[in-house]
């Protein structure tokens, strides 16, 4: 079994930033690859951004040049840094972990329990 623990969320102004972490624990080989998903209320989950082993990345095309994900393998914490946050970008962040490549599928079979965002002026 793999936990995973989101903070970092809060309340921001448009043009703002802010840092998510992950933790994770437990069964930690499973968690070879790892993402980060928003959903916002009444869509669909999708994927933000993605890291494998090898720590390549991938990001969906609503966020690239604005976020970054990273992985601290010897703190056992993903991160996400949100820079020049938009009102679009509000939702509640997941991340995820499993042994498949699912990239920005939201196929993962471990998820933490979300951390909101809300950009707003």
């Known amino acids: 079994q793999v936990q995973l623990v989101e903070s970092g969320g809060g309340s921001v102004q448009p043009g703002g930033s802010l840092r998510l972490s992950c933790v994770v624990s437990?069964?930690?080989?499973?968690?070879?690859?790892m993402g980060w998903f928003r959903q916002a209320p009444g869509k669909e989950r999708e994927g933000v951004a993605a890291i494998d082993l090898f720590r390549s990345t991938i990001y969906a095309d609503s966020v690239k040049g604005r976020f970054t994900i990273s992985k601290d393998n010897a703190k056992n914490t993903l991160y996400l840094q949100m820079n020049s946050l938009k009102p679009e970008d509000t939702a509640m962040y997941y991340c995820a972990a499993d042994r498949i490549a699912w990239v920005l599928t939201p196929r993962y079979s471990y998820w933490g329990q979300g951390t909101q965002v809300t950009v707003s002026s």
């Open positions: 437990g069964y930690t080989d499973s968690a070879s690859y």
